[in-house]
């Protein structure tokens, strides 16, 4: 009867429209949700359809994705050496860029002031793959072997034209810091299905150079600060400060665990404050992950033929292959939001061999990672997404040789691809023109791109708000639609 009146999270508590299932867990001092959660627990449907301890205390529609893996690869890689194949490029190559396909659009400072633009065709093979017959460079055979499993976006557009908002605008929806990125708003919203892990985990690779990564990308801006990402690391200790310092054992750990409960409960009588609480939900999380931490990252119980399909990286800890093996490890255990972050792709010289590079060390290990799911039977409600902020431009930057080249920012067309929690198999959607420099066919902006991942999720991403310094904020701000197209059951 509830379904009538849908209730906006605003982060604020309100009777009006409140659902009886949040009415019982606000009265009584939560007494009421206890005896529901008894007639939950007999009843599975209704138990699945659920957030574990999200805001929103139910799903606006039914989901087709419990949990997103987010391989993003911070630089920029080039869509035309990569998934936008443009042959006419190759026609052209060494000719000046038209005036009509520009159309005096802004450029970077970095190229605006070259004496020519001549266009680059790309020197990588293409070949379609699959049944879908998406086209592949030859740097992606192994994404080329799962090419019906993807769904290809070639129509990627952004207002960003450096790497700094752009990373922004793709993991928080605006260029401007202080927003709560992806993860926290998921977070925030649905809960964690497992409470030993955090439900929104963040892995790098290590040892790469390129643009840096912050961690505002990853933080819970005005969200309480329980829902930011935890940055998993490499090395004996993968969750920095973590464990009991000398001196202090688990018994210890407890005991002043409980007594800080006991102080903020006297404190709570006469003061509210959500900043304490959330303070003491990270440190009882912490405790709980001293246990749950070390067989999550122990790697002992992987068979040798999951490592030869990840690669010979994954047994590297720390490296891309390693944490997309890692990352499968965090989503069957209930992790919400699994990001990682790969550097490098920032060509603006030496592109032939710099992608080349990139491509070595995340090709084989992306596509392990849908083989992996898919045989776990997983795939089926984990979206998997791979692409980075923007695109790259189809003309040189700087010196244009016979073997060498390099490609500037380019925000008006860009390539990704998704994989599992419900999008559409097989499929390339969106095109630009002959040039790979302007849409001309069912563009999608950052924003529409993450309504759609919020829509996947079961979210309505207009109904997931948060009240903040007088108004109410949501991950696509005023902006986005769900793009239909880009789902299996549409």
């Not at 390129?210 to 819970?220: D, E, F, I, K, V």
């Not at 005005?222 to 202090?248: I, M």
Request: glycine share 10%; hydrophobic share 35%.
């Amino acid at each position: 009867m509830f379904r009538n009146h849908p209730q906006l999270c605003t982060g604020e508590s309100s009777a009006a429209g409140m659902s009886r299932r949040t009415l019982l867990a606000q009265i009584g001092l939560g007494f009421g949700s206890l005896a529901l959660s008894d007639i939950l627990l007999a009843d599975d449907s209704v138990k699945q359809d659920v957030p574990t301890g999200g805001a929103l205390g139910q799903l606006h529609h039914p989901a087709t994705a419990k949990r997103v893996i987010f391989l993003f690869q911070s630089g920029a890689p080039s869509q035309m050496d990569l998934l936008d194949y443009k042959p006419m490029l190759n026609e052209l190559h060494g000719e000046q860029l038209p005036e009509s396909v520009r159309r005096g659009q802004r450029l970077t400072g970095m190229s605006a002031e070259q004496a020519s633009l001549p266009l680059v065709g790309t020197p990588f093979k293409f070949q379609q793959h699959g049944e879908s017959g998406a086209w592949f460079s030859e740097l992606l055979p192994f994404t080329a072997e799962v090419a019906d499993d993807l769904c290809i976006v070639n129509s990627m557009y952004t207002e960003a034209i450096n790497h700094g908002p752009g990373v922004l605008f793709m993991q928080t929806g605006s260029q401007f810091p202080g927003r709560p990125c992806m993860g926290s708003w998921l977070s925030y919203g649905l809960g964690s299905e497992n409470s030993d892990l955090p439900a929104f985990v963040v892995l790098i690779t290590k040892n790469k150079g390129g643009q840096p990564l912050y961690s505002r990308l990853w933080g819970s801006g005005f969200l309480p600060s329980e829902f930011a990402g935890t940055r998993f690391r490499s090395g004996d200790q993968p969750v920095l400060y973590l464990d009991n310092p000398p001196g202090v054992d688990r018994s210890a750990r407890r005991n002043m665990l409980d007594a800080l409960s006991q102080l903020h409960e006297l404190q709570g009588n006469t003061d509210h404050d959500p900043q304490i609480e959330a303070r003491i939900a990270e440190y009882e999380l912490a405790y709980r992950m001293q246990s749950s931490i070390p067989d999550v990252v122990d790697l002992s119980d992987e068979p040798e033929h999951v490592f030869e399909m990840y690669g010979p990286d994954a047994r590297d800890p720390g490296t891309f292959a390693a944490n997309c093996l890692m990352a499968r490890r965090l989503a069957e255990r209930g992790v919400r939001f699994i990001q990682l972050y790969h550097q490098d792709w920032d060509h603006h010289g030496n592109l032939p061999a710099g992608i080349r590079s990139e491509c070595q060390q995340t090709d084989q290990a992306s596509a392990a990672l849908i083989k992996d799911l898919k045989q776990r039977g997983m795939l089926e409600d984990t979206l998997v997404i791979w692409g980075g902020e923007f695109g790259r431009t189809n003309y040189c930057q700087g010196k244009l040789t016979a073997d060498n080249f390099g490609r500037d920012h380019h925000p008006r067309c860009f390539s990704l691809w998704m994989a599992g929690g419900g999008v559409r198999a097989g499929k390339t959607w969106g095109a630009t023109d002959d040039f790979s420099y302007n849409i001309v066919d069912e563009g999608v902006h950052i924003h529409d791109l993450q309504a759609t991942i919020l829509h996947l999720l079961g979210i309505d991403h207009e109904r997931l708000t948060y009240r903040h310094q007088g108004r109410r904020y949501r991950l696509t701000d005023v902006h986005g639609n769900v793009v239909h197209g880009l789902l299996a059951k549409s």
